[in-house]
């Protein structure tokens, strides 16, 4: 039954995806910055998706550290995770699209360097996991990584920014406008995203209860 | 007359340069989109051969645990 | 409420008078902190106008990463003996041993820092002593930031492989606003130039951050001195 639901949103979102990469590659170039301006249709759905992701994990560490139930730290990870490979996504396309808008790779501008800020902060929770062996300190420790580590996001976010604005600004975000009739699509394109994070997100949950069952089966293995 | 080939030649170039300018654009936008799938598609791989590791983990777990009581 | 005081500051004490009878953290923490600062020469000009520019980025590199060799100690130490689990089951509470040791690894990490702080001046050629007390305000604060959530990862790392990779890994992205505002405030003030209205917001954020950090820690140490 689960299978199934998680079958269905994933082809939903898969048949969303293909149809605005088809309105999205039909569309005119943008006034001032030409066709590289629709990366947005994605740069932007992912950053937001990461955020959420982040979020979630948040919510999932604390109910973890009240309840002490593992389906929550398994929610934990498995959005963290999710989170990454989306703001990887973001960080790579715009990173791609400053080579073109600013004619180099790399700008040091405030909101690419506060999400590398953040996915280093995140890929330090799953080393972290990583290098614990016993699941329930594990799960403790993680959870009040993972705690820290959202509420160092605005925090980031806030500071670098004014670190940004008190430099001369070599470049800036603006000059692109977005036409209405894009809205649409950019809404629709969002949804999907959202999607695809929601059946990864499931996908990865599941694997976490195989490792607790293998778990399980080892310490059986061990008694016997 | 002299002045309008020129003219004319200089618009030309324009015109060449704003094609480069679009070209590039346009190559870059694919490059851009490609990525993104890329990741997607590389996350999916990573989480199948996860999934397949972990299936074949508790198969083999649990044909042990079949063995040990009859032994 | 005098009792967690008290409470407090014994295991402050402890952890100080520990410290200063091997000294090997404290040690390695400034010889690392001289060979930073020697480096440093051999990438910039020392006698550069623009190294002034940037001694407040030099300075808090210098600071993290010998804060880091102290902090790594931190809970490392109680390791031997089982000391760490008879912290754990003596009758103070998770906070009062939290904030203890925090206590003992600020004076350690301050300790460094201002033997670091003269030795920089004199290698660049940097009169940091023109606005001398809200210079000694910042570090105190920023090195408060560092200490609260050093030893709340020297707590979270103490018992796993990697310890020593752990922390740095762990720790910096956090510390990189408070890092940050104390880069930009120390630059200014080495500079002669007092805080003002266009940089108090870096002030302001450094305590936040502080305040922010300690409660949480605070109110998170039990579960993980449990845990672990």
New interface residues.
Partial sequence: MRDKILYIIGAVALILLARDMYLITGFPAEANQGAIFKIIFFHVPMAITALTCAMVAFVASILFLITKNFQYDALAVAVTEVGLAFLAGNLITGSIWGRVAWGIWWAWDARLTSALVCWLLYAGYLMLRNAIEEPTQRATFAAVFSIFAFIDVPIVIFSIKWWRTQHPQPVFWGGGSFPPDWSAVFGWQMLAILLVGVVFTAVRLRQEQFQREIDSLRRMAHAL | MYALMLLQASADDAVLREME??Q???T??N???W??WL??VV??LM?VS??RK??R??AG??A??ED??RS | MMAFVRQVLVIMAKDLRAELRTKEAINASLSFALVVLLLFSFAFDPSEETTREISGGLLWIVFAFAGTLLLNRSFARELNNDCLDALISAPISGAALFLGKALANYVLVLAVELIALPLFGVFYNVRWTSQFWQLMMVIALATWGMTVTGTMFSALTVNIRLREVMLPILNFPILIPALLGAMQLTSALVAGKPIAADNDAWLKMLIGFDVMYTAVSVFLVETVLVGG
């Fill in positions: 300018r679009l590039r654009n346009f870059f936008l490059s851009g989109l990525v993104a990741i997607l996350y999916v989480m996860r999934e972990l299936k983990e508790i777990l649990k042990m645990l040990k009581p």
